[in-house]
């Protein structure tokens, strides 16, 4: 918010990172922002820094979408206490005002890009660039009002200090996220002409869910839930559910067909700062390994958020997603002294050859019978099994490396060893599988159970384990919507949606209590972590603290805080 109160952005500075292949920046040197940005290419060099803005948002920490939920919790490192277990989370805290202030930085960002749209030179993309814009513009809007409640809306650009934003309510901002998304929908192709530019089709997606998210809300309207199933279907368009769970997610196969829109990365964009310079998704959600990751291939692991018994025990012997979700088996390599290292990257390096493999560590899940499992392989013989316990919930008192099952959905074996940034994978924001789910949601508060239990039964189908599709389908009585959280949990672990979920379907309080080990031994303890000092409940986040003093509008902050 700083820089929306005292100093428009430094609009040279918008190009110093580009997205993907198509994002192709260009450096003008000294060249001023109005001439540069009225010729196309530098247009198209302002558009793509407003793609380039996702990357602030989601490549960093990802505390603000996973922390505090009922997937995760603090494993043998450190998490931020604030902001995973709400007792003192407070409007000073640098994971929410970071990503308060990246969003506004992108808002205005996009601000600038509209602005010049109708002063640059004639093209044919002109209108197409307007639409993904501003549905860019509105997606930032949709983490804000989610997260904070009314939040400023400002759709100017801004070329000189503004002392003064007014704080619009919940309703006004969604109504502006609709407008624009309803907009963009007209301006945009069905198809995009590149993979990573909003289409059609990423709106739908986006509008479904907006719509659900206000259904829920004191204000919504009384058709919001059957307007997010009509998106919902649109963006479907009849395309099934056929990429096999793993391979949807195996690297290097980040555009395949079911993806509808993603943060886009490639190696290219990252190769002259190999450790910084890409995301983080490959580095949270799991165990560290040990320090010898170059040498003997294998991820570095931040052990911070790791895997709730919740999250281990929503998964059934007939599920796919538990061996596509977490590396279950990791393969053995041998030191220079004999002693045995994980080689966790020869899953994919040697997938051919996998059964010849020694096995080094085998997670069992507790319908694993171990001794069948040791004896179908010689080469599982001297495998250390760790089997389905309670110790899989790592915390500070586990000493083990590699103590818990990771989440690979996220690996990148091409990755820089290193403690941040360093994968080259896109990060996806919206696909079909969610869809789906969304779908089922919506019909679900329509009290349309059997439409639901087919929607939902499209996302088990594919993730049952051959021969037991017919296990797998569920019946319109047992669509709830703890249910359907759990689908949730299981097809979209790691992805950045749970604490949306959570606080969407205000459940956030409850499920956490219930299934964070953190969280529950604070109410254990006579103490709800999320009372605040004014007897609110710290439901959405904090108003930043400096957004509030640099903000000569009289604004409030939010309950709890």
């Not at 820089?3 to 450096?27: K, Q």
């Not at 995760?72 to 308060?100: A, C």
């Not at 570095?300 to 061996?323: C, G, H, I, K, Q």
Request: aromatic share 14%; glycine share 6%; hydrophobic share 35%.
């Amino acid at each position: 918010m700083k820089n929306l109160i005292i100093y428009a952005l430094t609009f040279v500075g918008l190009l110093t990172t580009a997205c993907s292949d198509f994002l192709e920046e260009e450096n003008p040197g000294n060249v001023v922002s109005n001439e540069f940005y009225t010729t196309a290419s530098g247009y198209e060099s302002l558009v793509n820094s407003v793609y380039a803005t996702l990357r602030d948002i989601y490549g960093d920490e990802p505390y603000v979408f996973t922390a505090g939920t009922d997937l995760w919790v603090e494993g043998r490192s450190d998490q931020p206490e604030g902001i995973s277990e709400y007792r003192e989370l407070t409007p000073e805290d640098e994971f929410v005002t970071e990503f308060y202030e990246s969003l506004y930085t992108a808002i205005q960002r996009a601000n600038v890009a509209l602005y010049y749209n109708d002063k640059t030179e004639e093209n044919d993309k002109l209108s197409v660039r307007q639409g993904e814009v501003k549905f860019l513009r509105a997606y930032d809007y949709f983490l804000l009002v989610q997260s904070f409640g009314g939040v400023p809306i400002v759709e100017a650009y801004i070329d000189e200090p503004i002392l003064e934003f007014e704080r619009n309510s919940a309703e006004e901002v969604y109504n502006f996220i609709i407008t624009e998304m309803e907009e963009a929908l007209t301006l945009v192709p069905e198809t995009a002409e590149e993979p990573g530019r909003v289409d059609r089709r990423a709106i739908r997606h986006f509008l479904a869910k907006v719509y659900l998210t206000r259904g829920y809300e004191s204000f919504g309207t009384a058709d919001d839930f059957a307007k997010a199933a009509q998106y919902a279907d649109a963006a479907i368009a009849g395309q099934g559910l056929t990429i096999p769970f793993e391979e949807l997610f195996y690297p290097g196969n980040e555009e395949n067909e079911e993806i509808l829109f993603s943060v886009q990365y490639d190696k290219a964009s990252i190769s002259q700062e190999p450790e910084t310079a890409g995301n983080d998704q490959n580095y949270w959600f799991g165990p560290y390994f040990g320090g010898e990751g170059v040498q003997y291939g294998y991820p570095y692991r931040s052990y911070r958020l790791v895997p709730t018994m919740y999250l281990f025990n929503t998964f059934t012997e007939n599920d796919a997603r538990w061996d596509a979700t977490f590396m279950t088996t990791i393969y053995e390599v041998t030191a220079d002294d004999g002693t045995p290292r994980p080689g966790y990257y020869l899953y994919y390096t040697q997938a051919d050859s996998r059964e010849e493999l020694p096995v080094y560590i085998y997670f069992a899940h507790q319908w694993v019978d171990t001794t069948a499992w040791r004896n179908a392989n010689p080469n599982r013989a001297n495998a250390e099994i760790r089997p389905y316990s309670e110790q899989w919930e790592a915390n500070a008192a586990t000493n083990m490396d590699a103590a818990t099952p990771a989440v690979k959905k996220f690996d990148d074996p091409t990755a820089t060893f290193s403690g941040s940034g360093s994968s080259a994978r896109d990060i996806f924001l919206a696909r079909l599988g969610e869809t789906y789910l969304i779908a089922a949601e919506a019909y679900f508060q329509m009290g349309d159970l059997n439409t639901a239990a087919a929607r939902i039964n499209e996302v088990r189908g594919r993730a049952a384990e051959p021969g037991t599709e017919s296990e797998m389908m569920i019946t319109p009585d047992q669509v709830t919507i703890n249910f359907i959280l759990d689908e949730r949990a299981r097809e979209l672990a790691g992805e950045y949606h749970r604490w949306f979920d959570l606080k969407r379907t205000s459940t956030l309080m409850e499920r956490t209590r219930e299934y964070n080990r953190s969280i529950r031994e604070w109410f254990n303890a006579g103490v709800n972590p999320f009372e605040g000092t004014d007897g609110g409940l710290k439901i959405l986040r904090p108003i930043p603290t400096i957004a509030l003093q640099l903000n000569q509008a009289e604004v409030a902050q939010n309950p709890g805080y």
